[in-house]
């Protein structure tokens, strides 16, 4: 089902390489086109033949473009969309795909004219893995992709880009900006900062105390170190980009950290027991609800 004659992807790592992929697969559009700046990912984009031309000039990888998709990390936005802002078809329409929502309308609109519909997304989705041979097609089935555009954006334009999501197999829930960040920042930004820190904990204790910390790790965390195994610099950007959702998030952890600690301190097993109980209920609805199987890579089937 052909949505868009061209589609521009700005960013080739695991994100915009399995869209490249999807896209192919589905036929979405008529003609390809990404760029990456990354000189180690050149090779292995033309090789993977993903696209159907590789631009190394940024603004001719988007001239003519219906659909443009940012899959880069939420920093570089700004000073793409400065190059490219002038050079975007009239209706096309401009996306993204990372994890903070309300602080792109910011690093997008300055730069676009009216006639440009911006629509922020996010596809919930990924691996710790990254670079363009990390991609495949099947990384989006079944997964949430969250749309946030605003209340004026253009009903036919909003219309393509779900249809676009859903051909790509994901659910496509339409959300507020803001309200997407602090659900994100507790359902995915906070985990990764604790997982961050108890990994760089470890790290120190292993280093210090010669503790044998890493060769005796249990199953926990060996989960921690996948998610701080992510890209730094996404997830840099992520939390300078969501300051305010993700600290109010982490100052409602640290009350709950304390209440914690008081009830192991005072031996209260009672409360204890009861917040594990709490805890176990909500993994059994994250896994009643899809979102999660006991495969590696989240439980994204590679199928191609």
């Excluded at 946030?148 to 334009?157: E, G, H, Q």
Aim: hydrophobic content about 40%; overall charge negative.
């Amino acid at each position: 089902m052909v949505l868009y004659k061209k589609i521009s992807i700005i960013g080739l790592g695991l994100i915009g390489s399995s869209l490249a992929r999807g896209i192919k697969e589905k036929n979405l559009c008529e003609k390809l086109v990404g760029f990456d700046s990354g000189p180690d990912s050149q090779i292995p984009i033309i090789n993977l033949n993903i696209v159907d031309l590789l631009e190394l000039d940024l603004v001719s990888a988007v001239k003519g473009a219906d659909l443009v998709i940012l899959a880069t990390p939420v920093g570089a936005y700004s000073e793409i969309v400065e190059k490219i802002g002038s050079h975007l078809k009239n209706g096309a329409t401009l996306t993204d795909t990372g994890s903070i929502k309300e602080a792109v309308f910011g690093m997008l609109t300055p730069h676009v004219g009216d006639e440009i519909h911006i629509i922020p997304g996010h596809p919930v989705a990924g691996t710790e893995q990254s670079g363009p041979e990390a991609g495949f097609a099947s990384l989006f089935h079944d997964r949430w992709a969250i749309l946030t555009p605003l209340k004026t954006i253009d009903s036919d334009a909003l219309a393509n880009l779900t249809k676009f999501w859903q051909q790509l197999g994901s659910n496509v829930e339409i959300m507020d900006a803001s309200h997407h960040d602090k659900v994100l920042a507790i359902t995915s930004h906070v985990p990764h900062l604790i997982a961050y820190n108890i990994v760089g904990t470890a790290r120190d204790l292993e280093e210090v105390t010669k503790s044998e910390v890493i060769k005796f790790s249990a199953g926990g965390f060996r989960d921690f170190t996948r998610i701080a195994a992510s890209n730094p610099t996404m997830w840099r950007d992520v939390f300078l980009n969501n300051k305010d959702a993700v600290l109010e998030m982490l100052g409602r952890f640290s009350e709950d950290l304390t209440a914690l600690q008081r009830a192991i301190r005072w031996g209260d097993g009672e409360a204890l027991y009861d917040m594990f109980e709490k805890t176990r209920r909500i993994r059994k609805q994250i896994i009643d609800a899809g979102q999660e199987d006991d495969v590696a890579d989240f439980g994204r089937h590679q199928d191609d």
